[in-house]
């Protein structure tokens, strides 16, 4: 059995994205008595179109000869589409491996009612407003400033609004001897990040920012400034730097 999931990122312990037509990846998974015996990221096509990117992404998935659609919600027109192409869809949240395992048990959902109808582009631009990313710095210099290796005890934060195009810096001021409030929930509540760039990471902080349904993204970038401008470029963090201290101290 085949199954796609809409994911934000390109592994099996990446989030389920609850977007449908926007979604980044499908998540492919081949399933054998129970077991994911194969698995492949494919880039959804739907989130490259101005219009309709329900019906893309659901017709995709049509030529990729699925049998089942894991997700958050479906509207209308991708509703249509994977009706008629005869493909059950089933609501899904957290990690993508997890709920590959609840489907497999019987513990998921069938989708039976359709989101309210929305104009694409109004859906498009509600995403982006909400898209908001969270950088390590060594100093407040602007778009100028050099990303931090070290996430949590970096001097500085900066949080880039997407839709706004608006960078703001402040200080890190984390609270690293608080045992009610690890440093990614005093983040979490000062700033409300969507997803946190980091360079280098505990495996416990990973774990953390997953749980909390955050993206986690990384690449080779010296200023925040060469990350923003290449956004569409950052790839998933998954690798440990090896200090679990290093986010929750």
């Given at each position: 059995?085949?199954i796609?999931?809409?994911?934000d990122?390109d592994?099996?312990?990446?989030?389920?994205?609850q977007?449908?037509g926007?979604?980044?990846?499908?998540?492919?998974a081949?399933?054998?008595?129970?077991?994911?015996v194969?698995s492949?990221?494919?880039?959804?096509?739907?989130?490259?179109?101005g219009?309709?990117?329900g019906?893309r992404?659901?017709?995709?998935?049509?030529e990729?000869?699925?049998?089942a659609v894991?997700t958050g919600?479906l509207g209308?027109?991708?509703?249509?589409v994977?009706?008629?192409?005869?493909?059950k869809s089933?609501?899904?949240s957290?990690?993508?491996?997890?709920?590959?395992?609840?489907?497999?048990?019987?513990?998921?959902e069938e989708?039976d009612?359709i989101?309210?109808?929305?104009?694409?582009?109004?859906q498009?631009d509600?995403?982006?407003k909400?898209e908001?990313?969270?950088f390590p710095l060594?100093?407040n210099?602007?778009?100028?400033?050099?990303?931090?290796?070290?996430?949590?005890?970096?001097?500085f934060?900066?949080?880039?609004?997407?839709?706004?195009?608006?960078?703001k810096i402040?200080?890190?001021?984390l609270d690293?001897t608080?045992?009610?409030?690890s440093?990614i929930?005093q983040i979490?509540?000062?700033?409300s990040p969507?997803?946190?760039?980091?360079k280098?990471?505990g495996?416990?902080?990973?774990?953390?920012?997953k749980?909390?349904?955050?993206?986690l993204k990384t690449?080779?970038?010296e200023?925040?400034?060469?990350?923003?401008k290449?956004?569409?470029?950052l790839k998933d963090?998954t690798k440990?730097?090896?200090?679990?201290e290093s986010?929750?101290?």
């Amino acid at each position: 059995m085949k199954i796609a999931i809409s994911s934000d990122g390109d592994s099996l312990e990446s989030m389920v994205d609850q977007r449908f037509g926007r979604c980044r990846y499908f998540l492919i998974a081949e399933l054998e008595n129970k077991k994911i015996v194969n698995s492949r990221a494919v880039e959804n096509q739907g989130a490259e179109q101005g219009h309709g990117a329900g019906i893309r992404a659901a017709q995709q998935l049509g030529e990729l000869k699925v049998d089942a659609v894991l997700t958050g919600d479906l509207g209308p027109n991708a509703t249509g589409v994977l009706r008629q192409l005869g493909l059950k869809s089933y609501h899904a949240s957290g990690i993508v491996k997890d709920a590959v395992m609840k489907f497999s048990d019987g513990k998921l959902e069938e989708i039976d009612k359709i989101s309210a109808p929305h104009p694409e582009m109004q859906q498009k631009d509600t995403e982006i407003k909400t898209e908001r990313i969270f950088f390590p710095l060594l100093e407040n210099n602007g778009k100028d400033s050099k990303i931090s290796a070290h996430f949590g005890h970096a001097p500085f934060f900066g949080i880039y609004d997407v839709k706004k195009g608006e960078l703001k810096i402040i200080r890190n001021d984390l609270d690293h001897t608080d045992p009610t409030k690890s440093p990614i929930d005093q983040i979490q509540e000062s700033v409300s990040p969507t997803t946190i760039f980091a360079k280098d990471i505990g495996g416990r902080a990973i774990g953390i920012i997953k749980q909390k349904g955050l993206g986690l993204k990384t690449g080779p970038y010296e200023t925040v400034g060469e990350a923003i401008k290449n956004i569409d470029s950052l790839k998933d963090q998954t690798k440990s730097c090896g200090n679990e201290e290093s986010m929750e101290r």
